[in-house]
Nanobody, 120 residues
Framework: QVQVVESGGGLVQAGGSLRLSCVASGTTFMINDMKWYRQAPGKQREMIATISPSGVANYGPTMNGRFTISRDNDKKMVNLQMDNVEPEDTAVYYC??????????????WGQGTQVTVSS
């Protein structure tokens, strides 16, 4: 069973930085895209960024260059560097891992989320 675990959330002041990490385990199959989402109170979950196995990154339409996604394939890890954070970045941040299962196609796995709170 694939497990996805996020870490690195917490309380940070506006203008500061935070680095989130996510590790996938429990599979020997190829990990395809790795993604970060967030969900603020009362709002829909939105996609922050996605990164391909070769390292090509794409960012959601509401992102403005303050966040950077990266991955380490050997460690099955994806990171999200958050710089110059704003109170509006307060949300639960989720990692989503896409696994290519031979004969079955793509399977999607979510982590439990990590809370990020930005104080003004």
């Amino acid at each position: 069973q694939v497990q996805v675990v996020e870490s690195g959330g917490g309380l940070v002041q506006a203008g500061g930085s935070l680095r989130l990490s996510c590790v996938a385990s429990g599979t020997t199959f190829m990990i395809n895209d790795m993604k970060w989402y967030r969900q603020a109170p009362g709002k829909q979950r939105e996609m922050i960024a996605t990164i391909s196995p070769s390292g090509v990154a794409n960012y959601g339409p509401t992102m403005n260059g303050r966040f950077t996604i990266s991955r380490d394939n050997d460690k099955k890890m994806v990171n999200l560097q958050m710089d110059n954070v704003e109170p509006e970045d307060t949300a639960v941040y989720y990692c989503n891992v896409v696994v290519l299962v031979p004969g079955s196609g793509l399977s999607y796995y979510w982590g439990q989320g990590t809370q990020v709170t930005v104080s003004s």
